[in-house]
């Protein structure tokens, strides 16, 4: 299985204009197939976007979702794939036949055209979704992938689940960083900052890798890769999604929890990073995973219990 090249993109996104985001999606996949990548990965709900989605009514967000697979969206990525040669994984609201609605990561690629999608399992951004139920690995090139979507990641026992289904590589596309919390530093930023980044990069910069954003991050999310042995590929967007500022940084990690590719540009921007096979099992977490004594912990993990999710910024 050779190794494989990715691509983590971070765009801005326009509410609700599908063609607009997907032109940038072709365009970017494009930019990534001439850097030799064979993967591309996008952010949660790249082709919808995401914030504005807390405003709709149930009607509004129906008309905005889609069937996946043979929906417009996913045709279109398709098409993206195949004029590439390249898989894409990007996300948008889906709509199934019984007219639930979910948070949905596709993908797709040139040979099989849709390969997977995957339900978030922790929405909430409108009280109108429904949550997934299910963990999802897939083949690419090779390599096995599974998907968690923001706030999935946060919950360890997801991310433990998808690399003991055999995921290799995680795919984490978020839009987050730059909101409310109760830890310590967090917080929205400015959007003036954006509109005036040009004049003033240090001061939306330093808003960025602060404790609103970067170093929030690196708390946590190459714990995720290193403590499973998996390399994890996370996108975010960068600039104005609705009326939050996202601070983009999408990057790869490999399976010892290290950053091979970062976004640094306050704008468009992709992370390039090769994934090879023998990280996986010189890393710790190929031992961790073969270490562990299930008959220890099997009932204290799987008890019952009322699930809760409470998120600061939404009223």
Known sequence: MADLQIASIQFENASGDKTFNLAAIRRLTAQAAERGCKVVAFHECSISGYTFA??????????????????????????????????????????????????????????????????????????HLSAGHEYVVFELFGWKC???????????????????????????????????????????????????????????????????????????????????GIYVVFSNPVGMDDDQLKNGCAMVLDPFGDVLAECTNLGEDMAVALCTREKLTLAGGWRYRKARRPELYRDIIGQAHESEQKVAWMK
């Open 54 to 127: 807390s405003r709709l009514s149930r009607d509004k967000l129906l008309a905005v979702a889609e069937p996946v697979p043979g929906g417009p969206s996913t045709d279109s990525l398709i098409r993206i794939a195949r004029d590439h040669d390249v898989a894409v994984l990007a996300g948008l609201f889906e709509r199934d036949d019984e007219n639930n609605i979910y948070n949905t990561y596709v993908c797709v690629e040139p040979r099989r055209g849709f390969v997977a999608k995957f339900r978030k399992l922790h929405p909430f951004i409108s009280a």
């Open 146 to 228: 599974g998907v968690l979507i923001c706030y999935d990641n946060n919950v360890v026992e997801n991310v433990r689940a998808t690399a003991l289904l055999g995921a290799e590589i995680l795919f984490a596309p978020h839009v987050t960083m730059c909101t409310p919390s109760t830890r310590p530093g967090a917080g929205f930023v400015d959007p003036a900052l954006w509109q005036n980044r040009a004049r003033d990069p240090t001061t939306l910069r330093a808003e960025f890798t602060g404790l609103k954003g970067r170093a929030w991050l690196m708390k946590w999310l190459p714990a995720r890769a290193y403590d499973s």
